[in-house]
């Protein structure tokens, strides 16, 4: 039926069109100029603004072309004297109000009432009232905000805004109040924005035809036409969005927007994405290398660094041997500069002491996946969320880490009416929308897994099948499952029997049904136990390996796949060949000319303890700022500042690089070429939408500088050379160069010039293990290791807000997301501040046995009882200083979900 | 449908609430419970005109200012509210007692000019009647009905048959006027024979279109799916219309029987009857009518034996105009503000909740038990051809007799204003009459020997909509009429399409300023032209219509407009909110 084409007349020619289509898409196809105004592709059909109105013959009315599908014999008139008076009066009814400033609109240039007035002729709408419009504004209550500007009497009532903030942002947040000619576009009861459910993402904004929706921050900053754009990869999340961003004449970005066409974000952003970028512009930028001097930094050329640290890096490098030097690379950078990097460590240094940032984050996948599966990494991509019919969502903040990843969430969820089960020691975001929320305590996901697969293995849900077929090690796994009853499980992890059963039933006979998570899972004591517990629950009941089905760890850093897959971990290198493989050793050695060392190296989790110990005595840092993201970070101060050696490239003078003997000033993602690894594996080309400083170079170049400096020359051109270079070492990037990323990126395995990518790994149950089955892996539960006792009565969980990130060195130069969240507060449940005593922003102490910070306390619904979350983004009131180092044993990762603390009000 | 609507839900806070209004918190309720953001109640409760999200006295005094009881002089009555109270319109009492709002049409314009304090409606007011009414009601709640219906005496009716004879709020009485007969005729000849029966009859829509009943129906009986819905469309709003609440208030019954034949017939198992929220009355007795039906297995599980089941809900209405088309009021019961939604799909296969909705008029329904029971071919000895059976007209204005007739199709225009009217009142010249509300047609003296038929209507551009007339004597100024429906317009319009939501803005703007003598006759153009746009362009009817009656007027009454602008008049009382 839906191919059946059909016969439709336009303009006098006929034309063939499948069913189905409307008379605008139809048009579009026929290459017929149609005006519209309130029309905003795959977001807003509302048909309100009455600019597409056709002829239609035998129709007593004009017709929406928007709205109306062409049908059988359909006779269309695109222009006739009708056609275009009716649509001028439709653009001077939708002027009637509409102020005409555009010589102070930072629409100007970018309005879309603008250009269809001037098409069409209209100088001044006969309905315009110049009193109403210009001496008796319109109030708007509701957009005191930082980020969002509303200007009623702007607003032509289109409703793109709401239809986006309804449909891509998915939080309803503004709405149409009141009706007839008083309706506006409002929040409930004209509240401030910042006490709906706004997420900020300024959707709103960019659907917004005309000027009544600005960013705030852009306000002033310069028309678009006088904006250079360019089109590149956010620099946060590793959702990987692609981005317009423009910049203004004194070299500033000034406005992100979300590219539109994007297989990734289409046309999304998240708060950071949209406002996050001004970092960038900072006065605090480093521009010009800096030698420290009697505890003193000084500024020196960029010869006197280079000589000075190449000097030192050999001098430790011949007293204590090469083992004695810790390198980062880092998930900020690219994967040419991470390969830049790790490749500086072993072939210039003759270390496998190279590690970067993912350690702290999803170290436990790398372990866990790549045993259970084969490889560590998301197995379906992004835009497959559509095809599940459950999502299970364990240890994932995702509105508030992958904002934009959330958003398709449950737009899956509204749109198609998928089950959403989030399991979460926290009431998130998430968890407030989803069918199911487990709430269990921090710490015991393996027991939670094991007893869901527990019933699902007493149900008979298993997919025997599968198992059969494609996994091995299933009769071991079902001998420690087995004691995992749901009574034991529901003690240890808080939660309802009942609810263990739903969501296990749910997730096992869904036809398709696909899993996520992010820290909850990695960042334990026992993070590998965690992951391979995840691993397991796919595997058993087969969903993985087709769309819809997978297990898809969401990844915290822009770059942090590619940083690991670039060989920045020190056991593998580029595309995880294990260093202590000799064949690999040998391509590696063969194609670098060098003899390289056979142990794997020291995670960076241990660099702080050998500085201690005086087993390291210096680090190359590119980036990174473990003095604020370590846990402990009091104890890896001591260990850093007994180092005899610290280089640091970097764009701010971070924690980590004030401790430096030497820092360089080093481009930002913004300003750099290269390529970033998203979380579905998708290889992005980085465009510079920026000049750097005139004095920073690019981290890759920094390598290269020093390693010639030591001897080894490295004459990279540009980052394209480098990703030659790679693609010939690195079989699942065999095929990606940067020509070939233009359009949306690839995603790996790219094994040659003429593949197109691997959309889902593992599909049709191939693993990626050598004998090309799954390993289901018994798995015990074990307790975190420090665990609430008398005098530190509380759990506290640690990880981000919406509004910041990370270290806080980018957000927190961002001056709208530092004014809307300027101190770090603790969240506690309402139960544990009533029996403390505590009121909602009391002042008030945490502390482990590490140490304590003083803050804000935030009496909230989202913990369970006992339960306390902290974020790690203030260097103020610093998290890590409280979190505890114990370390998973297979993966190193700390556990910064789950340390004991007490809290005490301070006046 | 699952658990109550949210017009219930929005009800039952505010009338709870001291101060009946719908406080933030309890919205956050409502929208935790029912699961819909706070920002879509908060839409929905603004959109509708009994809502209200700001404080307001213990009683809410509405005041009809649309066509019939502003010729009854409205504004002298809310002038004199104004002053005995002490506040404007949308103020509250300093005591907390009254709050002064104006209304569109609550059909009572037989007795303009009408008032309602809260759901008790008081008719034939006069301005010395004002302080001794607030005081009474002050004092002892407002409980008497003021005003009673006139019907004109049996002859020949069909669907008004027991109105005003039965006692509306006894089944036995419906029963013994042999009632409920068709609904076991229908039973016993199978859904196929009602709908060609239905088909035969060439019953046609009362609500204004005129389609084809019998073809509406049998399109739902062969849409495909278990669960389709049937919906009595019983929110009257249309200025000059009050014939389906003198059904309701009079044989509620006859409602409900053509009803359920009419879910039988095309296999509905759910029916609505949204009735506007100020038909206080209406509501009890179809409520009576339904929990009578139900205990007399006329409704519920197998009626009378048949396997076949009907359920009956009554959706109480907020206050809205363009609620009464059809898609509106779908998406009005599925909890959403009333704006309508795009045609096609249509409702017999997309109606509410998406699903294949038959909706009827009250007078369409109320149709059903006489063809039933009587047959197709007794019911076309009714009538003219393609016009057959009776309509309802509900007559108001300058006329000796106000009320509601109900008239075969085929008489006179001049027939039912005079005969059944008694002529124009106090002995004055006929101006003119709209008919079918002020969405519908201006005719003027000339025209008045057309037949009240489908198709003789249609030759003369007009057609029955929803059968009101409207009669105005010589006296009365067209700019103050047209100025009174501008108003009307832009005050129901739902905001939705440009073309409506600032047409009807700008139409009023133009209006009210050529009623203030500082109109040009170039505003004459741009009226007509804006017109046209709006019928071209609106999204729904009620932007398409809503110039009708004006520019009709400029094109029938240009003299009168030219002269109002040439003579800078300033006329027809102020309509200013």
């Known amino acids: 039926m839906s191919d059946k084409l059909i016969l439709v007349k336009i303009d006098g020619k006929d034309y063939q069109f ?509 993070g590998t136990d965690n992951v391979l517990s995840v691993a397991n629950l796919a595997l058993v009941t087969g969903h993985i390996g087709r769309e819809g089905n997978g297990i898809n760890p969401l990844r915290g850093q822009a770059n942090v796949q590619g940083a690991c897959d670039m060989g920045a971990l020190p056991d593998v290198y580029t595309g995880y060949q294990k260093v202590i493989d000799p064949a690999s050793r040998e391509k590696f050695e063969k194609a670098w000319r060098v003899k390289l060392p056979d142990k794997a190296g020291m995670p960076v989790t241990e660099f702080g303890d050998a500085a201690l110990s005086g087993k390291l005595k210096a680090i190359f840092a590119m980036g990174e700022n473990p003095l604020m993201t370590e846990p402990d970070i009091k ?196 139960e544990d501040a009533e029996s403390l005593k505590i009121n909602n922003k009391d002042s008030v102490r945490v502390s482990t046995r590490r140490g304590s910070i003083d803050l804000e306390a935030r009496v909230s619904d989202k913990p369970k009882k006992s339960v306390v979350f902290i974020s790690f983004h203030f260097r103020e009131a610093a998290a890590n200083i409280l979190t505890n180092a114990a370390l998973d044993p297979v993966s190193k990762i700390p556990e910064y979900k789950v340390a004991a603390c007490k809290i005490e009000k301070i006046k | 449908m699952k658990g109550r609507s949210l017009t219930d839900a929005l009800h039952d806070i505010q009338s709870g609430n001291k101060e009946n209004y719908i406080p933030e918190k309890d919205a956050l309720t409502v929208s935790e419970k029912s699961k819909v953001s706070l920002s879509k109640v908060y839409g929905f409760a603004t959109f509708y005109s009994m809502f209200s999200v700001k404080p307001r006295g213990k009683r809410i005094i509405r005041v009809c200012k649309s066509l019939s009881c502003h010729m009854g002089k409205a504004e002298e009555v809310i002038e004199k509210l104004k002053e005995v109270l002490g506040i404007g319109i949308g103020e509250t009492t300093e005591d907390g007692e009254f709050t002064l709002e104006e209304s569109s049409c609550l059909g009572m314009c037989s007795v303009s000019p009408a008032i309602m304090i809260d759901e008790i409606p008081f008719g034939n007011l006069t301005v010395d009647q004002i302080p001794e009414i607030i005081k009474k009601v002050k004092s002892e709640g407002s409980q008497e009905k003021i005003y009673t219906e006139q019907i004109l005496p049996a002859q020949g009716r069909v669907v008004l048959k027991n109105v005003g004879v039965i006692n509306p709020e006894s089944i036995d009485e419906y029963i013994a006027s042999r009632g409920y007969l068709a609904l076991k005729k229908a039973i016993e000849n199978g859904p196929q024979w009602v709908i060609n029966e239905v088909k035969k009859s060439e019953l046609r829509g009362r609500g204004g279109a005129g389609f084809p009943t019998g073809r509406k129906w049998e399109f739902t009986a062969k849409a495909p799916g278990p669960q389709k819905y049937l919906i009595c469309n019983a929110d009257e709003g249309e200025p000059g219309t009050f014939k389906d609440r003198v059904i309701m208030e009079g044989d509620p019954h006859s409602i409900i029987e053509g009803m359920i034949i009419a879910a039988f017939a095309t296999g509905c198992n759910n029916g609505y009857v949204y009735i506007r929220g100020e038909y206080d009355l209406s509501i009890r007795r179809i409520e009576k009518a339904i929990e009578d039906a139900r205990s007399h297995g006329f409704l519920g599980r197998n009626i009378l034996g048949s396997g076949f089941s009907f359920n009956i809900e009554i959706h109480k209405g907020a206050g809205s105009y363009v609620v009464g088309e059809e898609t509106t009021l779908m998406e009005s019961i599925e909890g959403h503000r009333g704006e309508p939604r795009k045609k096609p799909p249509y409702p017999p296969t997309f109606g509410l909740l998406g699903k294949p909705t038959v909706i009827n008029n009250v007078e369409t329904l109320a149709n059903v038990p006489p063809i039933i029971a009587n047959g197709a071919d007794w019911y076309r000895t009714i009538g003219v051809t393609e016009s057959y059976g009776t309509k309802l007209f509900s007559l108001s204005g300058d006329v000796n007799w106000k009320g509601v007739i109900e008239a075969p199709f085929g008489a006179r225009l001049s027939y039912i204003t005079n005969e059944f009217g008694g002529g124009v009142k106090n002995g004055k010249k006929l101006k003119g009459i709209i008919l079918g509300g002020v969405s519908g047609t201006l005719l003027t003296p000339d025209q008045f020997d057309t037949s009240v038929d489908f198709n003789s209507l249609a030759t003369i551009g007009a057609g029955p909509g929803s059968g009101s007339i409207v009669v105005m004597d010589e006296t009365r100024c067209i700019v103050d009429i047209a100025k009174n429906i501008a108003y009307f317009f832009k005050y129901e319009s739902c905001g939705k399409c440009t073309p409506c939501r600032i047409g009807t803005e700008q139409v009023y703007k133009i209006v009210d300023r050529i009623s203030k003598g500082r109109g040009e006759e170039e505003d004459l153009d741009i009226l007509e032209r804006l017109g046209e746009n709006m019928r071209l362009t609106s999204f729904c009817p009620l932007g398409q219509t809503a110039p009708n009656i004006i520019v009709q007027s400029i094109k029938k009454f240009r003299d009168e407009w030219i002269e109002h602008i040439k003579d800078k008049k300033v006329e027809g009382g102020s309509n200013e909110r």
């Open chain 1, 18 to 526: 499948s069913q189905g289509i409307t008379i605008l898409n139809a048009c579009k196809i026929a290459n017929y100029d149609i005006p519209t105004l309130c029309y905003l592709e795959n977001i807003a059909e509302e048909g309100s603004c009455g600019m597409c109105v056709v002829e239609v013959k035998g129709a007593k009315t004009l017709q929406r072309a928007c709205i109306i599908k062409v049908t059988e014999g359909m006779e269309i008139t695109t222009e006739s004297s009708a056609v275009r008076e009716a649509r001028k009066l439709n653009l001077e009814l939708a002027l009637a109000h509409h102020p005409l400033d555009c010589m102070t609109c930072d629409a100007d240039g970018d309005c879309e009432l603008q250009e269809l007035a001037y098409e069409f002729g209209i100088k001044r709408s006969q309905f315009l009232d110049e009193k109403e419009v210009f001496e008796y504004p319109k109030e708007t209550s509701w957009d005191s905000n930082p980020f969002i500007q509303f200007d009623p009497q702007k607003c032509i009532l289109c409703r793109r805004c709401v239809d986006a903030c309804e449909s891509q942002a998915i939080v309803e947040a503004i709405g149409i109040g009141m009706r007839g000619y008083k309706s506006t576009v409002s929040t409930p009861f004209n509240l401030p924005l910042e006490q709906t459910d706004c997420q900020f993402c300024a959707a709103c904004v960019q659907a917004c035809p005309v000027g009544a929706l600005v960013e705030k921050p852009r306000v002033g900053k310069g028309k678009i036409f006088n904006l250079e754009k360019t089109d590149t990869i956010c620099a946060y999340c590793g959702t990987g969005c692609e981005v317009t961003l423009y910049r203004d004449k004194k070299n500033d970005l000034v406005l992100a927007r979300g590219i539109d066409d994007s297989i990734v974000n289409e046309g999304r952003l998240c708060v950071k994405g949209r406002y996050g970028y001004e970092y960038v512009n900072s006065k605090d930028r480093l521009t010009t290398p800096l030698i420290k001097e009697n505890g003193k930094f000084r500024e020196a050329t960029w010869e006197e660094a280079i000589e000075y640290t190449s000097k030192r890096l050999l001098e430790i490098k011949e007293k204590y041997g090469p083992d004695a030097i810790g390198v980062l690379g880092s998930s900020r950078c690219t994967n040419e500069d991470n390969y830049v990097v790790q490749k500086f460590a072993r072939a210039v240094i003759g270390t496998n002491n190279v590690d970067n940032c993912a350690r702290l984050c999803h170290a436990s996948t790398i372990a866990g996946l790549g045993k259970a599966l084969g490889a560590a990494a998301a197995t379906n991509p992004i835009e497959d969320i559509k095809n599940a019919d459950v999502m299970f969502v364990i240890g994932s903040n995702m509105t508030e880490t992958h904002p934009v990843i959330s958003q398709f969430i449950k737009e899956n969820q509204r749109k198609r009416g998928a089950k959403l089960i989030v399991c979460d020691p926290r009431k998130t975001d998430l968890a407030k929308v989803s069918d199911i929320h487990i709430q269990h305590y921090p710490g015991t996901d393996v027991a939670l897994l094991n007893g869901t697969m527990k019933v699902i293995v007493d149900k008979g849900l298993v997919n025997k099948e599968f198992i059969e077929a494609h996994t091995e090690g299933y009769d071991e796994f079902v001998k420690i499952v087995s004691k995992y009853d749901i009574e034991t499980v529901s003690k240890i992890t808080g939660v309802d029997k009942a609810l263990i059963e739903k969501a296990a039933e749910m997730y096992a006979t869904a036809p398709n049904a696909t899993i996520f998570y992010t820290m909850g899972i990695t960042q334990h004591s026992v």
């Open chain 1, 635 to 830: 104890h890896v101060r001591k260990g850093f500042e007994n180092l005899e050696f610290l280089a640091v490239q970097e764009i701010f003078l971070s924690e980590t690089a004030e401790l430096a003997d030497v820092v360089f000033p080093s481009a930002a993602a913004y300003e750099k070429e290269g390529t970033f690894t998203n979380t579905e594996r998708r290889v992005q080309l980085l465009r510079p939408a920026r000049e750097k400083p005139i004095n920073a170079k690019f981290d890759w170049e920094i390598v290269s500088l020093v390693s010639t400096k030591i001897g080894y020359p490295m004459k990279y051109k540009n980052a394209d050379e480098i990703m030659d270079e790679l693609a010939k070492l690195t079989p699942s990037y065999a095929g990606i160069h940067h020509f070939r990323l233009e359009q949306s990126g690839i995603q790996w395995p790219c094994p040659t010039d003429d593949h197109e990518g691997t959309k889902i790994l593992h599909y049709g149950g191939n693993f990626k293990r050598s004998n090309g089955k799954a390993f289901i892996a018994p798995v015990e539960y074990i307790k975190a290791k420090e665990l609430p006792d008398k005098e530190y009565p509380f759990i506290l969980t640690t990880g981000r807000i919406l509004y910041h990130y990370h270290s806080g060195n980018e957000s927190r130069r961002v001056k709208v997301l530092d004014t809307f969240v300027p101190r770090n507060y603790i969240e506690i449940s309402k």
